[in-house]
């Protein structure tokens, strides 16, 4: 099993440009869900507008599969203000997108877990957003 440290250390390079705010709250998030034997990775931080004007073409002008509505300046990671995760599987290297998974076995979906977790910490998850995902 990964350290608090090692898992930590994986999103660390993710997590420097953040709002201090945002900064704080996701550490607080890896180590509360590292408590609850679901260890997270934070795969996006701060995102700059020609990296999210590139997603927007996504699906749209470029190939692939449509991956967010906001254009360059009208997502929050343009400002340092969000996060997004995955599930770290155990051998350290891999991670789980899958909003059903239950590795820590306690029959609740860890992503489940991990939202909770979150809107403790006084974060907002995209995923409850009915207007503008």
């Avoid at 201090?20 to 607080?28: E, Q």
């Avoid at 004007?53 to 254009?71: H, M, W």
Wanted: proline share 3%.
């Amino acid at each position: 099993m990964l350290t608090i440290t090692q898992v930590k250390n994986k999103s660390a390079q993710r997590l420097t440009n953040l709002h201090p705010v945002v900064r704080s709250a996701a550490t607080a998030l890896i180590e509360r869900c590292y408590k609850l034997n679901i260890p997270i990775l934070i795969t996006q931080g701060l995102r700059t507008i020609d990296e999210q004007d590139a997603l927007y073409a996504q699906g749209r002008t470029k190939p692939g599969a449509i991956v967010t509505n906001a254009r360059g300046g009208y997502s929050y990671h343009n400002f340092g203000l969000a996060v997004d995760f995955a599930l770290l599987l155990p051998n350290g290297s891999g991670v789980s997108w899958d909003m059903c998974r239950d590795g820590n076995n306690n029959q609740i979906a860890d992503w489940q877990e991990v939202v909770r977790e979150a809107k403790g910490l006084g974060l907002e998850w995209g995923g409850d957003w009915t207007s503008f995902k």
